[in-house]
T-cell receptor
């Protein structure tokens, strides 16, 4: 079945450091790919998405590129802020599965001032 | 605010009991999804309804059931509760069922079984 694997955390960075959170997936067909963010005590919010190969999703300084050849969707940000501290989830949605999301295990990011 | 409302926010109950979690989707959204977030299993899809009909089923236990009502709100019923059912239960909604459609999540119901 479909699956998403993302790097385990926690990832601890200093403010203004470069962030990469790796995400790879296994799916039949051509899924859509998403990054969701969960701030403490809150639900999940969509951060960005990409719906086809080579698409780049971007939002709030975060970027991720849909790489079909490597089945990856790595999340990057050039300069993190303390307010970016949260748990980040990579997810996919497959055509033959309605719009249900298959999530990775989540990566906790901690940014220190 | 995602527009998805879940009640209650917190629930503490004893083993063997039954509880009902409620979800009101965003205005106009026809699809409702239920997810369970636990420390050991991560985020798992439970079940999806679209316009009152069950559309997809994931890792949902037989002790759990759900339904979507004509006004599109949904309820997740959990019965014969066990300690391992303690988790955060999220509801999400989307306008349709296409794979490109964004799902909007509520803030979750934290269930503690004691």
């Amino acid at each position: 079945g479909d699956s998403v694997t993302q790097m385990e955390g926690p990832v601890t960075l200093s403010e203004e450091a470069f962030l990469t959170i790796n995400c790879t997936y296994t799916a039949t067909g051509y899924p859509s790919l998403f990054w969701y963010v969960q701030y403490p005590g809150e639900g999940l919010q969509l951060l960005l998405k990409a719906t086809k190969a080579d698409d780049k999703g971007s939002n709030k300084g975060f970027e991720a590129t849909y790489r079909k050849e490597t089945t990856s969707f790595h999340l990057e940000k050039g300069s993190v802020q303390v307010s970016d501290s949260a748990v980040y989830f990579c997810a996919l949605s497959a055509k033959n599965a309605g719009n249900m999301l298959t999530f990775g295990g989540g990566t906790r990011l901690m940014v220190k001032p | 605010d995602s527009g998805v409302t879940q009640t209650p926010k917190h629930l503490i109950t004893a083993t063997g009991q039954r509880v009902t979690l409620r979800c009101s989707p965003r205005s106009g959204d026809l699809s409702v999804y239920w997810y369970q977030q636990s420390l050991d299993q991560g985020l798992q899809f439970l079940i999806q309804y679209y316009n009152g009909e069950e559309r997809a089923k994931g890792n949902i236990l037989e002790r759990f059931s759900a339904q979507q009502f004509p006004d599109l709100h949904s309820e997740l019923n959990l019965s014969s509760l066990e300690l391992g059912d303690s988790a955060l239960y999220f509801c999400a909604s989307s306008p349709g069922t296409g794979k490109n459609t964004e799902a909007f999540f509520g803030q979750g119901t934290r269930l503690t079984v004691v």
